[in-house]
């Protein structure tokens, strides 16, 4: 069975075995090993068991994760390996070969796994409200009319943003030619895209012909009106 | 609008059965990839149950122009109606799933990816969890309609690893959302308009394992047939060694009218030319 042994200046303090469940490492008492100490933030480090493989992913960690003196965002523990969080050592004892075959049906890395144990998912949830996470925010997009007009600022909240003279429109504009929608814009994967739908629509002066992801700070002309694009950042509650 | 779909799902060339679902119903526009997990075929019972969940319960409210207070779950306001009816419709079989995992000993463990595809004249919905996906090209370019639910690609988003050492990495294949695992599940939706000659591929990772995005791009643009490219992209897979079990659907469409709805001073002129058009017809047989 593998095991991970604690130690703190050579001295061991603990062992800990490799059972089902993955481990966690980090200050919170709630932690599968727990670090009382400054330098090891409270979740700071996890080890997954994936098939016949340990792997280490450090949990955005302030100070990092080192394997054998080298910093690593995940990791695959080899026998022997030296995992330092903080000032503690947490040496990765494997299984001999030959004997982890039996212990363990071997599972290739190509198969798709999932995270499962219900330790698992409260980590990723606690791990998601950690003050370390926060730190990647989530942003959101904004139209801001700077055409003296008084729509003033449109948080774009919407998956799908239509613009036009439709009751129904997020950005509802007026005018005599103005087109019940004259543009859309679509929050994506790769960004928020504005595609053209019944009339002219400018990015940066240029006319959009088929759709553009706005960037930070574009200006956007449709009929007499005009915005700037940008994203500011907004908390996760 | 027309809509023309075609779909392929092989086992490949290393494992015994095939534990992925798919389904394709033109006349709803839905189409859905699923990708099962879990031995002794449960897998292919948690991707199966998914697809006809999903299936069945789009299709109810759909027909029963369902209100907020019919959702399944908590409704999101980022989204359309539809929209709804797919984040509950995903939500339902989720829990469908998950309580067969928790209720029945052979299928403890299973679980499935999902990638759902709405394609209306109006409209245009993509929904995943897990590391299924959808492409659109549109215009010359291929984007990605989907997001990856996987360690290494949350990792990527964070900026803590590039794409390149993600895709080599041994741990691309673990999920962090799926159906399956817990009572709940919140898929990622994106809706857009359609646009002429849009064409989307739904697949499980047995295709984007061995094909990359350059070749699906350079192979859906090619292909003026979706049944051609489903095989092709089959091919290529058995070609290279079809590790995994492959599914493709591949939606391709035409004549997506614009709707710009037209001022009413524009209606005015458009319909005065084809007024004259009809005049001048008639004057010159």
């Known amino acids: ?150 729509i003033g600022e449109i948080e774009l909240t919407k998956k799908l943003i239509k613009i036009g003279k439709a009751h129904s429109s997020e950005i509802k504009l007026s005018g005599l030619f103005m087109p019940a929608t004259v543009a859309t814009i679509s929050r994506r994967p790769s960004g928020y895209i504005i595609s053209p739908t019944g009339g002219k629509v400018k990015v940066n002066g240029e006319v959009v012909k088929d759709s553009v992801q706005l960037k930070d700070f574009d200006t956007i002309d449709v009929g007499s009106y005009r915005f700037q694009f940008y994203e500011k950042e907004v908390k996760n509650s | 609008m027309q809509i023309k779909a075609s779909s392929i ?65 908590k409704p999101d306001s980022s989204l359309s109606l539809k929209g709804n009816y797919i984040l509950s419709s995903i939500r339902l079989a989720n829990k469908v799933v998950y309580e067969m995992a928790m ?76 159906f399956g695992s817990s009572e709940t599940v919140e898929p990622d939706i994106f809706e857009l308009e359609p646009s002429n000659n849009d064409r989307f591929v739904l697949c499980s990772d047995g295709l984007t394992d061995l094909v990359t995005d350059e070749e699906i791009f350079e192979m859906t643009q090619s292909e003026d047939d979706p049944e051609n490219l489903c095989r092709k992209f089959i091919d290529t897979v058995l070609k290279r060694g079809a590790h995994d079990n492959t599914t493709v659907i591949s939606v391709f469409l035409s004549d997506v009218e614009k709707r710009g709805g037209g001022s009413k001073i524009g209606l005015f002129f458009g319909d005065l030319v084809v007024g004259i058009q009809k005049i001048i017809k008639k004057l010159i047989p």
């Open chain 1, 1 to 150: 069975m593998a095991r991970l042994i604690l130690m703190f200046n050579k001295q061991v303090i603990k062992e800990y075995p490799l059972l089902k469940e993955s481990v966690t490492i980090g200050r919170n008492e709630d932690n599968t090993i727990t670090i009382n100490n400054l330098a090891v933030s409270g979740y700071h480090a996890r080890i997954d068991i994936a098939g016949p493989d340990f792997i280490l992913t450090d949990l955005q960690s302030t100070n990092g994760s080192f394997v054998n003196d080298k910093k690593v965002v995940s990791h695959k523990l080899s026998h022997g390996d030296n995992v330092m969080i903080g000032k503690h050592v947490i040496l990765f004892v494997g299984v001999e070969k030959g004997k982890a075959a039996a212990d363990r049906k071997k599972m290739d890395m190509d198969k798709t796994m999932m995270l499962d144990t219900a330790k698992q998912k409260e980590l990723l949830a606690k791990q998601q409200k950690s003050p370390q996470a926060a730190q990647a925010v989530e942003k959101i997009g904004v139209m801001e009319a700077i055409d003296g007009s008084d």
């Open chain 2, 9 to 73: 799902s092989d086992v490949g060339l290393k494992r015994d059965g095939n534990e992925d679902s798919f389904s394709t119903d033109d006349s709803l526009g839905l189409y859905i990839v699923a990708d099962g997990m879990g031995g002794h075929l449960a897998g292919e019972v948690a991707s199966r149950i998914a697809v006809e969940m999903i299936n069945k319960s789009f299709r109810k409210w759909i027909e029963e122009e369902a209100q907020a207070n019919e959702f399944f779950g």
């Open chain 2, 103 to 178: 209720e029945y000993k052979q299928y403890h463990g299973m679980g499935t990816t999902v990638v759902i595809l709405l394609v209306t004249p109006t409209l245009i919905i993509a929904a995943n969890v897990g590391d299924s996906r959808i492409y659109m090209l549109r215009a010359g370019e291929l984007e990605r309609l989907s997001k990856d639910h996987t360690i290494v690609s949350e990792q990527v988003e964070m900026g803590m690893m590039t794409e390149e050492e993600a895709a080599t990495s041994p741990m691309k294949h673990i999920l962090t959302r799926n």
